[in-house]
């Protein structure tokens, strides 16, 4: 794997050549952020998500994401070239979602670039709020790392489904999901909510 040059993405970007991400390998497994024949719409989006990121950990991914639908879009894809993260904006709500409940953490977040990912995925969820981002999340990791980051409106609990009129963007395991937490989930989007979360293989529902 080649180390990223800014100069190569664009001239790729402009032909549609498929460029590489390079990735940390953590595990044995290596990444790829496939810009192939995308429309224009969701290779900028993905290029927001991936603007100043080179590399990033691979924390071992626990399945993959289905991506389906015109508003849907994958950002990382594994070693066999299934999709591991992906984002949707459907003019309303934002998600950016993970096969692997370590990035609800913001894990391995000292690699490579992939802090500088988790504050593209966070800002761009929240729909470009940045730290003034009103942030609920169902775990202490996540308070944590947001807080060093300068993020300073953050609510930690448990019933997230009880706090979402109050918040601009979800960080939340997302799985085993009761219908109550789905519904709401749903709502919350369509009311112009931001999600960034992670799950377990079959187990997403939203």
């Known amino acids: ?17 498929r460029l590489p ?17 995308d429309p224009a719409a969701q290779e900028a989006l993905r ?18 994401v289905a991506v389906f639908g015109d508003d849907a879009v994958g950002i990382l894809k594994d070693g ?5 993260v992906a984002a949707a904006d459907d003019g309303a709500g934002r998600i950016v979602a993970a096969a692997k409940t370590g990035f ?26 940045g730290t003034e981002a009103r942030i609920l999340t169902d775990n202490g990791s996540a308070r944590a790392w947001l807080s060093s980051q300068g993020y300073g409106n953050i609510v930690e609990r ?11 963007l979800l960080v939340a395991y ?3 999901l009761t219908s109550t937490q789905q519904a709401a989930a749903k709502a919350f989007l369509a009311a112009g909510g931001g999600m960034f979360v992670g799950y377990k293989i079959g187990r997403a529902h939203v």
């Not at 180390?3 to 549609?16: E, I, K, L, Y």
């Not at 448990?158 to 601009?168: K, M, P, Q, R």
């Open 1 to 17: 794997m080649s180390t990223h040059d800014p100069r190569r993405a664009a001239a790729g970007r402009a032909s549609r050549k």
């Open 104 to 129: 609800a953490d913001f894990a391995n977040a000292d690699v490579a670039d992939t802090a500088r990912f988790y504050r593209n995925a966070v800002n761009w969820a929240s729909h470009g709020k």
């Open 174 to 176: 997302c799985f085993d």
């Open 80 to 84: 066999d070239h299934k999709t591991v």
């Open 47 to 64: 290029d927001e998500l991936l603007d100043g990121v080179s590399s990033i950990a691979d924390m071992g991914w626990e399945g993959t």
């Open 158 to 168: 448990s019933d997230w489904e009880n706090g979402l009129g109050e918040a601009d």
């Open 21 to 37: 991400l390079r990735v940390e390998q953590l595990e044995g497994r290596a990444l790829l952020a496939a810009l192939v024949d």
